[in-house]
T-cell receptor, first 113, second 114 residues
Framework: DQQVKQNSPSLSVQEGRISILNCDYTNSMFDYFLWYKKYPAEGPTFLISISSIKDKNEDGRFTVFLNKSAKHLSLHIVPSQPGDSAVYFCAASVEEYGNKLVFGAGTILRVKS | DVKVTQSSRYLVKRTGEKVFLECVQDMDHENMFWYRQDPGLGLRLIYFSYDVKMKEKGDIPEGYSVSREKKERFSLILESASTNQTSMYLC?????????????FGSGTQLSVL
């Protein structure tokens, strides 16, 4: 049973436009949510995170929104750039269990120039 | 700069072989993790370790074991490799913490079991 779900396997966006990547979760005990980006032949790298007590966190072009009632979070990239083309993983953790992350299946983002 | 190094980028093994995947981190992190990445399934946790000689099962430990004799090194062992263990294996480390601390990943080992 997947606790973290990314239902869109891929997304294609024009350069300069907004990219919105979505993630749903089922475990209401999650305390933190994180987004990782992965390029081919490289390991995932941390992008941005949000605590469950917040509803928004922003870092430059990247903003994560959390809707706890809907058990849904989204990553917004504005403006999108060709270098953002990668696989994006949503992940979540429970504070009691330390840094043991549960990952979604990932979404492939393609930014067309 | 932080670094997690996995000993092999690609490995090809035969069914039934014993396979060792090595991971070394230079950040003095307490926590180390082994994940496997498969298409459509994302990253799934195999084993993790919160301290030297400590290990905990993740979500899919069957067919695997681990060893952590030194803080900087975390080894994944496939006792008898099978074709369904063909996958990308990712090692990660993080400082001890509450779940907010980010993981640092190695570049991965693509294992093919024939």
């Amino acid at each position: 049973d997947q606790q973290v779900k990314q239902n869109s396997p891929s997304l294609s966006v024009q350069e300069g436009r907004i990219s919105i990547l979505n993630c749903d979760y089922t475990n209401s005990m999650f305390d933190y949510f994180l987004w990782y980006k992965k390029y081919p032949a490289e390991g995932p790298t941390f992008l941005i995170s949000i605590s469950s007590i917040k509803d928004k966190n922003e870092d430059g072009r990247f903003t994560v929104f959390l809707n706890k009632s809907a058990k849904h979070l989204s990553l917004h990239i504005v403006p999108s750039q060709p270098g953002d083309s990668a696989v994006y993983f949503c992940a979540a953790s429970v504070e009691e269990y330390g840094n043991k992350l549960v990952f979604g299946a990932g979404t492939i983002l393609r930014v067309k120039s | 700069d932080v670094k997690v190094t996995q000993s092999s980028r690609y490995l090809v093994k035969r069914t039934g072989e014993k396979v060792f995947l090595e991971c070394v981190q230079d950040m003095d992190h307490e926590n180390m993790f082994w994940y496997r990445q498969d298409p459509g399934l994302g990253l799934r946790l195999i084993y993790f370790s919160y301290d030297v000689k400590m290990k905990e099962k993740g979500d899919i430990p069957e067919g695997y074991s681990v060893s952590r004799e030194k803080k900087e090194r975390f080894s994944l062992i496939l006792e008898s490799a099978s074709t369904n263990q063909t996958s990308m294996y990712l090692c990660a480390s993080s400082p001890a913490g509450t779940g907010e601390e980010k993981l640092f990943f190695g570049s991965g080992t693509q294992l093919s079991v024939l």
